[in-house]
């Protein structure tokens, strides 16, 4: 039997525990993420999280653990084979459908408009989703208009809220522009601080298109986590490698999408809100530049 002494002690601690548990969570850092304004009038975060090879248990409790730090912006694409685990994570989550903005790729093997279209009907079926805020075409490959027409039939019916291309060069998109009923609201490309794309970035945002970055941290090469340069400029605001790089993109106006399976690392890269890069810092950056991809062999 529990003395009442004994009881009130247990309730106490209970009590002091609880407080602590409370004041832990009040504390923590809440982030909101800020958007950027599409040519098409949809809002769309500024920061996301990108989900290449996260696949099966990974996959959706990683999507899930994103969304619960704060990310609403969810990246993915038909190649990467992960449409049904990213899906899951987002049920997973239990957030509220309206409150994501989810994004997924055309890939080659399907282009045209036949193949358009029931590729994309296959991606709402595995992510489990009605609609997309946002369909790329992953790579300029094959009959871009067929597909490009499909996409805009799917956007008039609302079945996407903004439809895009990824990896177009400037008379790609060009090209593109030049026959198209709906102007492309994003171009998918790579940037990180050793191919840094100013000149493209500016053809691209002239056409009145957003530019957004695949592999931000270029998937670490070129040892980009502990790179010198990034690293002091980190220390002067006590943040890491990764947040400066992708507070340089933020400042620059394009909107990134790390990825990461590490919960710590996650939550890293959604704190770059709370500090600004000087233009010394930019210009520091800017020398890093080799001006060529990082990933040749996927090309």
């Given at each position: 039997m529990i003395k009442l002494t004994d009881f009130t002690k247990l309730l106490c601690a209970f009590l002091l525990y609880s407080t602590v548990s409370s004041a832990q969570s009040t504390n923590e850092k809440k982030i909101t993420i800020p958007t950027v304004l599409l040519n098409n009038g949809i809002k769309m975060p500024a920061l996301g999280f990108g989900t290449l090879e996260l696949k099966d248990s990974i996959g959706i409790n990683s999507v899930s653990l994103a969304i619960s730090i704060g990310y609403r912006l969810i990246d993915d694409a038909t190649i990467y084979g992960n449409e049904e685990s990213v899906g899951l994570g987002i049920k997973k989550s239990g957030i509220n459908r309206k409150d994501l903005f989810i994004s997924s790729k055309l890939w080659v093997s399907d282009m045209g408009y036949e193949g358009t279209k029931k590729a994309f009907e296959l991606s709402l079926k595995k992510l489990g989703v009605e609609y997309l805020d946002l369909y790329l075409i992953h790579r300029p490959r094959g009959d871009v208009k067929g597909s490009w027409k499909a996409m805009e039939e799917l956007y008039k019916e609302g079945k996407i809220k903004a439809i895009g291309v990824s990896n177009f060069d400037s008379a790609q998109l060009a090209d593109l522009i030049a026959t198209c009923q709906i102007k492309p609201a994003i171009n998918q490309i790579e940037i990180n601080p050793f191919f840094q794309q100013y000149k493209m970035q500016s053809i691209t945002e002239k056409f009145g298109i957003q530019v957004e970055a695949w592999s931000p941290f270029a998937q670490g090469r070129n040892g980009l986590f502990t790179n010198k340069l990034l690293v002091n400029i980190g220390k002067k605001y006590n943040k890491t490698a990764a947040q400066v790089t992708l507070?340089?993109?933020?400042?620059?106006?394009?909107?990134?999408?790390?990825?990461?399976?590490?919960?710590d690392y996650m939550k890293e890269n959604i704190d770059v809100f709370d500090f600004k890069l000087d233009d010394a810092d930019m210009k520091q950056i800017s020398t890093l530049d080799k001006n060529t991809t990082q990933?040749?062999?996927?090309n």
């Open positions: 507070r340089w993109l933020i400042q620059r106006g394009i909107v990134a999408i790390p990825r990461t399976s590490n919960q990933f040749p062999e996927w």
